[in-house]
């Protein structure tokens, strides 16, 4: 039976992430200076894995990695990959958000949505969709070995939704330009939605 592999990888440093800000799809920043070096380094330190096929959040972060770690394959986007609607917390700290009833509601999980932003759940639909619409690709192209560059927040919502093994969203945290490796059985995944995670970048 042929399996298919996905290497999700979260995207360069931003000055947001620095800051400690919560920035999402609305604000489309790119990788910092020091992101960038950071990236390089990574590349010359570590071994990315080879891929047939290259796919990104549409957001400038993560198209800019993209280039830096595969700067020759064709990035393939998929809009349904971009990070979390943070509504009216969208480039706030949590320190400064530490008063504000609403947030220490979403905070806390007593809501799922943030005001102005996007619900959890509908989160989740949205790149679990983004990951199938990968596979489907996959499938359809004859690639069987893909790198994805997303989103932090993506990333950990998305494999605690669909991974094996079972972890909580902070226990899938991944630091920039790090990730993991996931293994696609097609009889699983189509009839379950699982996948499996068999290594750390």
Wanted: with cysteine; hydrophobic share 35%.
């Amino acid at each position: 039976m042929k399996t298919y592999k996905i290497h999700l990888i979260r995207h360069g440093l931003t000055d947001g992430n620095i800051l400690g800000q919560y920035i999402g799809c609305r604000t489309d920043l790119p990788i910092s200076p020091e992101g960038l070096n950071q990236l390089r380094l990574l590349k010359d330190s570590i071994e990315y894995p080879e891929i047939d096929r290259l796919y990104s959040s549409p957001m400038l972060r993560c198209r800019q990695t993209a280039a830096v770690l595969y700067p020759d394959m064709e990035i393939h986007t998929e809009a349904n990959l971009r990070e979390y609607d943070f509504g009216d917390f969208e480039g706030k700290t949590a320190s400064e958000l530490e008063t504000n009833p609403d947030f220490l509601n979403w905070a806390s999980g007593k809501t799922s949505a943030v005001p102005g932003g996007e619900d959890n759940t509908e989160f989740v639909k949205r790149v679990c969709l983004g990951l199938n619409r990968v596979v489907t690709d996959m499938m359809e192209n004859g690639a069987f070995e893909s790198a994805v560059i997303m989103h932090g927040g993506a990333i950990m919502m998305l494999l605690a939704a669909a991974a094996v093994p079972r972890h909580s969203p902070v226990e899938w945290t991944a630091e920039n330009g790090r990730g993991y490796s996931l293994l696609i059985t097609p009889s699983l995944y189509h009839r379950s939605g699982v996948v499996e995670v068999y290594d750390i970048i």
